[in-house]
């Protein structure tokens, strides 16, 4: 009896750790998302435009996606004085190619090159795309965007000015989600916003800069070439990451731009976002798999319902309260920080989405292939050879 008793005491109060972490981490992602929307400041150096250097943008390009017109102008029309603008395709018949035309007659003044080069250099033909963009950049100072970014106008002086400091080795953006196509992508906005993001303000807040992201990663030629280049990277899923993180070891310092960007939200099915958050769970959990095992903890909601089926008293309905709380405030100031839709249709959404993400990381345990592009990738291979 005396045994039986224990278990039961130990399932009770696992329910009520359980219930306490979950809630725990929406209150201090709620306080990071907080503390970041009224901390936001220009960083120094950005009133010296003047002082910029000019600067080179890669945007490399694959295929016709939605608002990429829209999505690109926005680069077109930055208060920088002096920019360069390269364009890279692999295919001759590629539909972004005329998006970009479009952009040349558009703006006949503007330094803007297009790269149309099939040469395929590692298993990671994005970093092939760069390699083969890289001898037409002009500039030293250098800045790689995702296809999907929306930016404002004083984007490029923003997350270039950092680069004056010769200790800093990559400067990156956070980003939001934008949704456009219904359900699917609205959930997919709430993985972004509500997940993502906040766990990177609350490593940041911490004190962590192990990030680099796609959206944005602005550096000098002298660090790149410090690395090895992107030669190194051409075997790589999760670039963007190797390339903040070889500069780190380096000795140079990630900067977390204040400016945060707009990521489109592309998902009209379920099956497409699943396999795009998967490849992005996959590829943490292969990055960091200790903060990974324990991310489970964020997915409030059915960690919340769980705790309290295991343990069903009044102090584990108390944290469940206050983390139930804590993850529709954290909504609520997602929203109002970036807008679009209905907050509280997203509110409501909140259940689907948190119940979606357990699943996805429970099903990124069980292996490591990934889909990117049409290819089939090995998320465990994702490191830079030596």
């Not at 800069?209 to 030669?231: H, K, N, Q, V, Y």
């Amino acid at each position: 009896m005396s045994t039986d008793w224990t278990v039961i005491v130990g399932i009770h109060w696992f329910g009520i750790g359980l219930t306490a972490a979950a809630a725990g981490y929406a209150c201090a992602a709620l306080f990071a998302a907080l503390k970041s929307a009224r901390s936001m400041a220009p960083l120094p150096g950005i009133r010296g435009l003047d002082l910029l250097q000019p600067v080179s943008i890669f945007k490399p390009l694959h295929g016709a996606e939605p608002r990429l017109y829209e999505n690109l102008r926005g680069f077109c029309l930055q208060t920088h004085a002096d920019y360069q603008l390269i364009f890279g395709v692999r295919e001759p018949d590629d539909p972004a190619i005329a998006v970009v035309r479009r952009l040349q007659m558009e703006f006949p003044r503007l330094d803007m090159t297009l790269v149309i080069d099939a040469r395929v250099y590692g298993a990671n033909l994005k970093v092939s795309n760069l390699m083969n963009m890289l001898p037409h950049a002009r500039h030293d100072w250098l800045v790689l965007a995702d296809s999907d970014i929306s930016v404002p106008a004083d984007y490029l002086a923003r997350v270039s000015a950092p680069l004056a400091d010769p200790g800093v080795g990559v400067v990156t953006c956070l980003y939001h989600g934008i949704a456009r196509h219904g359900l699917w992508s609205h959930i997919g906005r709430l993985f972004i916003d509500d997940w993502f993001a906040p766990s990177v303000r609350l490593a940041h807040a911490f004190g962590s800069t192990r990030f680099a992201f796609g959206s944005t990663i602005a550096l000098r030629r002298d660090t790149l070439l410090a690395i090895g280049g992107f030669e190194t990277l051409r075997d790589v899923l999760a670039d963007d990451f190797w390339l903040g993180e070889l500069t780190r070891k380096k000795q140079l310092r990630t900067v977390l731009s204040d400016l945060v960007v707009g990521t489109e939200v592309g998902e009209t099915r379920l099956s497409s976002l699943w396999m795009h958050e998967l490849r992005w769970l996959r590829t943490i959990r292969a990055i960091a798999p200790l903060g990974f095992a324990m991310s489970f903890v964020c997915f409030t909601t059915p960690i919340l319902v769980l705790g309290l089926c295991i343990a069903p008293n009044l102090l584990t309905a108390g944290f469940a309260l206050c983390g139930g709380c804590a993850r529709v405030w954290l909504r609520f100031s997602q929203w109002r920080s970036h807008r679009g839709g209905s907050p509280w249709y997203e509110i409501a959404l909140i259940p689907l989405r948190d119940g979606l993400s357990l699943l996805e990381w429970a099903a990124a345990l069980t292996g490591w292939r990934v889909g990117w592009h049409g290819q089939v990738l090995h998320a465990r291979g994702n490191r830079p050879a030596p």
